[in-house]
């Protein structure tokens, strides 16, 4: 391929060198000549470069300034100095074909310095789109696994880019690639091999990064683990368990199996509370004193409002259901707490009893 595109670059400016040697009647033999139309062609690529830089500068870039987004701004500062060396180096060509054949080294060398810059350049504007991506993405992501898995995307493309033009460069002085290549191809199956388990969490990594089964800050259970979302990496979770410790568990496991969410579809979780009290005492009046308590608490919500059903004959007592909503589930422990401890001492007062499990022995006597 870079054979193809040098050979159609030499034609392309051995035509042009011609023409303009034929319209100022110029030929080959005289070094004077000759020397003229150099310095001709080198003052035109520079005149043409700053005159481009000019327009990019002065015009353009009030045209870009005026959008919204900033990334065609970016882009116009990243190609504004190397579009400036790559006129220059055009002309360059162009100028040192008339005393060198196309297919010399000078030739050659500006070619692939012109490859080098591209490549560079086309790297630099793949970073800056793919930044510009990641930057919309956090804002509609509470994970920082879009901050790590962009650039890491990124420095891999540029290193694929600049690997490319390093190939196109080779291929262009003769330099067999193919060999290069396949020994790059066993190296690459070597490490991917060595490496299966990272390279199988990035991937789960991206996964949940597009499927989003959790974000930040959502209380989930994985396993027998259960706790509240620290950090989504690349290649691990972080959550903080019930006991405040850190499990820290690879992405290919958690997409391996079932996890509950306990913050979807909605931060708001139910939460059922059992209470006993002894036979003998009044349903209605029991009903009332923990509707009444549950309602005082500042931790649950009105909406939809607590209820409390007559929900069975124990052994050793008579169980009321309360059912009551909060916010999130940091609130559920609280509300728990704050509920029974009141409702304990609306029993005391009222003098209805809490039973202890009751259990009746028999004794035969023996003749």
């Not at 989930?220 to 509240?228: C, R, S, T, V």
């Amino acid at each position: 391929m870079a054979n193809e595109t040098s050979n159609i670059t030499e034609s392309y400016v051995n035509c042009l060198i011609n023409d303009v040697m034929s319209q100022f009647n110029i030929g080959t033999s005289s070094l004077e000549n000759n020397l003229i139309l150099f310095a001709l062609i080198i003052t035109a690529s520079l005149i043409t470069a700053i005159l481009i830089q000019y327009i990019l500068t002065r015009y353009v870039k009030k045209i870009t300034s005026m959008t919204q987004s900033s990334l065609d701004d970016k882009i116009l500062h990243s190609i504004n100095k190397p579009l400036y060396y790559i006129i220059l180096l055009l002309g360059f060509q162009i100028a040192f074909t008339i005393f060198f054949q196309p297919t010399d080294i000078v030739f050659k060398l500006i070619t692939a310095i012109l490859i080098a810059i591209i490549s560079l350049v086309l790297a630099d504007i793949i970073g800056i789109i793919l930044n510009d991506f990641g930057k919309k993405l956090a804002k509609q992501t509470e994970t920082t696994l879009d901050d790590e898995a962009i650039p890491f995307l990124s420095k891999l493309i540029r290193f694929i880019t600049y690997f490319m033009g390093f190939m196109i460069i080779l291929d262009l002085f003769g330099i067999e690639i193919t060999p290069l290549v396949a020994s790059l191809g066993i190296a690459g199956f070597a490490i991917g091999f060595a490496s299966k388990d990272t390279i199988s969490n990035l991937l789960a990594g991206f996964f949940i990064l597009m499927d989003r089964p959790f974000v930040k800050g959502d209380r989930i259970a994985i396993g027998d683990n259960l706790g509240e979302v620290i950090d989504i990496g690349l290649r691990t979770t972080r959550i903080q368990t019930l006991d405040h410790t850190y499990v820290i568990i690879p992405n290919s496991e958690i997409v391996s199996q079932d996890v509950t969410n306990y913050a979807l579809p909605s931060m708001q979780i139910k939460v059922r509370l059992t209470f006993g009290v002894a036979y003998g005492s009044k349903p209605n009046e029991v009903k009332k004193i923990i509707t009444e308590e549950a309602n005082k608490s500042s931790y649950i919500m009105d909406e939809p409002a607590p209820t409390v059903y007559f929900r069975e004959f124990a052994d050793s007592s008579i169980n009321f259901l309360l059912i009551f909503w909060v916010n999130t589930f940091k609130d559920k422990m609280k509300a728990i707490d704050d509920i029974n401890t009141n409702v304990y001492a609306r029993f005391a007062q009222e003098n209805i009893e809490i039973p202890y499990p009751c259990r009746t022995v028999y004794l035969e006597k023996s003749d």
